[in-house]
């Protein structure tokens, strides 16, 4: 599920932590309602630290659209802090000079719910 609108809108930076997701209900999203709870937050947790390798940071959503997906960066560490996910992220030098110009400047994270594990095929809550 794309998880882009003006509430979640958050300023990226190369060296502080990325607020990823925060708690709460969104009603005029494209593929209708949804609502984050503490239950998913700490799933995107577990399956991150379940998976054991970092998650790319794309452009433009590249790597869901079967094309050419650079990574500008990794996601390296997924936490809670304040009812917010936090992460943090190490940016490759294109994406870091991108950021320093401000020709990005936000992140919009793309959230599973109710998916199924890809080893296991077990459903999990959420997945970032």
């Known amino acids: 599920m794309l998880f882009i609108n003006k509430e979640n809108l958050v300023e990226v930076s190369n060296d502080k932590p990325i607020k990823v997701a925060i708690k709460g209900e969104w009603k005029g999203h494209n593929n209708g309602r949804f609502k984050v709870d503490d239950k998913d937050l700490n799933s995107m947790?577990?399956?991150?630290n379940q998976k054991k390798i970092d998650l790319v940071?794309?452009?433009?959503?590249?790597?869901?659209?079967?094309?050419?997906?650079?990574?500008?960066?990794?996601?390296?560490?997924?936490?809670?802090?304040?009812?917010?996910?936090?992460?943090?992220?190490?940016?490759?030098?294109?994406?870091?000079?991108?950021?320093?110009?401000?020709?990005?400047?936000?992140?919009?994270?793309?959230?599973?719910?109710?998916?199924?594990d890809n080893k296991s095929g077990e459903l999990v809550r959420a997945k970032l």
């Not at 947790?45 to 991150?48: E, K, P, Q, T, Y």
């Not at 997924?78 to 020709?103: R, S, T, V």
């Open 57 to 116: 940071i794309d452009y433009e959503h590249q790597s869901l659209k079967n094309e050419k997906a650079p990574a500008a960066g990794w996601i390296k560490e997924l936490y809670l802090e304040n009812d917010a996910l936090m992460a943090k992220a190490e940016f490759n030098e294109e994406a870091k000079k991108y950021i320093a110009n401000k020709q990005y400047r936000y992140l919009s994270p793309v959230f599973e719910f109710n998916s199924k």
């Open 45 to 48: 947790i577990d399956n991150f």
